[in-house]
Antibody, heavy 118, light 109 residues
Framework: QVQLVQSGAEVQKPGASLMVSCKASGYTFTRETLHWVRQAPGQSLEWMGWINTGNGNTKYSQKFQGRVTITRDTSASTTYMELSSLRSEDTAVYYC???????????WGQGTLVTVSS | QTVVTQEPSLTVSPGGTVTLTCASSTGAVSSGYFPNWFQQKPGQAPRALIYSTSNKQSWTPARFSGSLLGGKAALTLSGVQPEDEADYYCLLHYGGDWVFGGGTRLIVL
């Protein structure tokens, strides 16, 4: 069965960087696009960007351009999302989401809570 | 900046029917926006319900359906169950970018 398992909760200081990982299993990793989405406390979902896990191409939301980097390690079936220059407004739950060519956005990771606080 | 708008809150009685909508600030929503719908309950990750306007995930109950209605994407729940009380989010595609709506809190009362 398809699973996306994310790394654990983090506490970071303002100005630091964070990296969240998302390990995929149950399907051929390089066949499907993976997206990153975040949700601040009590707020809506916010799309951050995606990575073509086959060729490594990426696309980022204009809001995060220059601060976010999404990468992947095909040997580990894992995608990574790095966000730099953290501020308190980056406190959120971060999710990876699979986009399948045949079933749209289907599987979500369990989420990673990131708290930015001095 | 593109804005996707949903009803903030809707209330429905058990067994009733309710339609949630998803509008784009750029104009009428068409199938080319590949509307997706998600359900989220408190403390849980979102769960996918509908993709590409009207296609259901294998786990989506039959009472959920997606469509285009009056220039918007729409999610209709027919025969609402108490367990359908949740937040619902739509997601639209804009040439490589994706934008979520603000979400609709569905109250079953």
């Amino acid at each position: 069965q398809v699973q996306l398992v994310q790394s654990g909760a983090e506490v970071q200081k303002p100005g630091a960087s964070l990296m969240v990982s998302c390990k995929a299993s149950g399907y051929t990793f390089t066949r499907e696009t993976l997206h990153w989405v975040r949700q601040a406390p009590g707020q809506s979902l916010e799309w951050m960007g995606w990575i073509n896990t086959g060729n490594g191409n990426t696309k980022y939301s204009q809001k995060f351009q220059g601060r976010v980097t999404i990468t992947r390690d095909t040997s580990a079936s894992t995608t990574y999302m790095e966000l730099s220059s953290l501020r308190s407004e980056d406190t959120a739950v971060y999710y990876c989401v699979r986009q399948s060519g045949s079933s749209g956005f289907d599987y979500w990771g369990q989420g990673t809570l990131v708290t930015v606080s001095s | 900046q593109t804005v996707v708008t949903q009803e903030p809150s809707l209330t429905v009685s058990p067994g009733g029917t309710v339609t949630l909508t998803c509008a784009s600030s750029t104009g009428a929503v068409s199938s080319g926006y590949f509307p997706n719908w998600f359900q989220q309950k408190p403390g849980q990750a979102p769960r996918a319900l509908i993709y590409s306007t009207s296609n259901k995930q294998s786990w989506t109950p039959a009472r959920f359906s997606g469509s285009l209605l009056g220039g918007k994407a729409a999610l209709t729940l027919s025969g609402v169950q108490p367990e359908d009380e949740a937040d619902y989010y739509c997601l639209l595609h804009y040439g490589g970018d994706w934008v979520f709506g603000g979400g609709t809190r569905l109250i079953v009362l």
